[in-house]
């Protein structure tokens, strides 16, 4: 390791809406790099900033993941015949 990823191992990553990624900075705690990263994505713009350390690339945080139990598990609507069988 070089002395600049043990003294900022920590970077704030944007992708676009075209799925490109930059390096927006490095930063010494993950604190200050989550701080930027919740700053920058308060703006409302279309672009994913999550914060990775140095050789453990993640990729973008899912917004709103399911699981496949989850999606098993839903209810699904019944409808009511004329004849008081369901659907």
């Known amino acids: 390791m070089n002395d600049s990823t043990t ?15 930059y390096r927006v900075g ?3 705690t993950r604190g200050e790099a ?10 409302g713009h279309k672009q994913l ?3 990775e350390r140095v050789g453990q690339a993640q990729g973008p945080p899912q ?5 496949p139990h989850q999606a098993q598990t839903q209810p699904q609507a019944q409808v009511q015949n004329g004849d008081s069988t369901l659907n």
């Not at 003294?7 to 990624?21: C, K």
């Not at 917004?63 to 699981?67: A, V």
């Open 26 to 28: 490095r930063y010494a």
């Open 7 to 21: 003294s900022l191992p920590w970077l704030v990553i944007r992708q676009d809406d075209n799925g490109n990624r």
């Open 63 to 67: 917004r709103h993941p399911q699981t």
């Open 34 to 43: 989550q701080e930027t990263a919740d700053s920058l994505d308060g703006r």
């Open 49 to 51: 900033y999550w914060v």
